[in-house]
Each structure stands twice: as C-alpha cells, then as structure tokens.
C-alpha cells in the first residue's frame, strides 16, 4: 500500500537556526513528489515538486531533495514568516492519474 | 492569471440534508481534484474530473459525487449529510498532462463544512 510518513509531527525553532524535515515514502512507482506549505485555515500552496533520486530545488531559504526512499526539506536560516504545516505527498504510477497521497504534515513554528 | 477559486467558503448544514459545493480551476487547467482534510485523517482524495469524465476515485462512499463543466468548472455533492462529514473540503487543478507525466496540482482555499 502507497503510504508517505513525515517527521517530526511538529518542531520548533529559533530564529536563523536551520533544520530538516523529512518524508519518507512507500509507492509503487514514483511518478512525482510534491511539498506543499499550509497556513491555518487556509489551502495548500504549492513549493516543489521533485521526480527522481538526486533531485534537488531550492526556493529562498528552502531546499528539498529526493532519495529513492524519502525526501529532506532544508529550512535555513527561517524566520517566523515561515512557522506553517509543511506536507509532502507522492504520485504513484499505475494509472494514478492525479491522485496525490499525503503526509500528516510538519507543523513548524520559528520564533524570533 | 487568477488561482482555483472555491465558493461557498463556510457551510453550515444539519444531519440528513446535502451540499453542492464549487470549485473554478485556473484558466487553462482541464483536471480538478477533490480532497477532504480533517484533524483525524488529513488531506485524503475524494476524486479527480478531466474532460467531464471521472477517471479516478478515493476510497469514500457514494453519498461523494461530483461532476466536471464543458468549462472545466467542477461541482462535489454530499448527500445524506453525516457529522464525520465536517471538514474543510479542498479543490485542486493542474493541466491534466498525459502520458504518465507527473502534475502539479494548484489548491483553492477550501470550503469549510460544518455538520449539525
């Protein structure tokens, strides 16, 4: 069964201390995984998608990289604009089309 | 260009009755995607529309419907209303690639149901 697990449930930082979040997957398949930010009552929005191993994309203080078994999101130095739940979801293939399977999400808070 | 748009964005219903809510995808994107995201079970797909066809569903039961405009505009349905039905219910839509090609699904703000 595709199944995506992130860790940790929720973490909490400081000010320009730099962390990771990871996502680890199980799918038969891989045709995309994908990182979402959520703010409170709000719709996912939209940050990276990565399709194969060694795969790396960078947006401000982001990075996400995939391994054929789990993904790492790098904050770096973050600031408290960027306290949200991060979630990370995969496409599988086998006529999946563009159901995506998600994760329980990150739920990140940076205090100055 | 303008994103997914979601209309109501609050609902509020009582047992038994039923919902139809809106989803307009972004100009030019010709696949919508349903997810209901609660504190219990997060974001879980309900199902996705492309060219006014069904072409895959979650595991939920047939009280979930929708259905997809000649405009690419989309529509869900519940029936039968449920308190385990409240929940935010979130549209998506991407360009509905072919080919096995990965897609990126772009989600409008949500429409927040809350059951009587």
Known sequence: ?112 | KAGVTQTPRYLIKTRGQQVTLSCSPISGHRSVSWYQQTPGQGLQFLFEYFSETQRNKGNFPGRFSGRQFSNSRSEMNVSTLELGDSALYLCASSLGLAGGRSDTQYFGPGTRLTVL
């Open chain 1, 1 to 112: 069964e595709d199944q995506v697990t992130q860790s940790p449930e929720a973490l909490r930082l400081q000010e320009g201390e730099s962390s990771s979040l990871n996502c680890s997957y199980t799918v038969s398949g891989l045709r995309g995984l994908f990182w979402y930010r959520q703010d409170p009552g709000k719709g996912p929005e939209f940050l990276f998608t990565l399709y194969s191993a060694g795969e790396e994309k960078e947006k401000e203080r982001l990075k996400a990289t995939l391994t054929k078994k789990e993904s790492f999101l790098h904050i770096t130095a973050p600031k408290p604009e960027d306290s949200a739940t991060y979630l990370c979801a995969v496409q599988a293939g086998g006529g999946g089309y563009n159901k995506l399977i998600f994760g329980a999400g990150t739920r990140l808070a940076v205090h100055p």
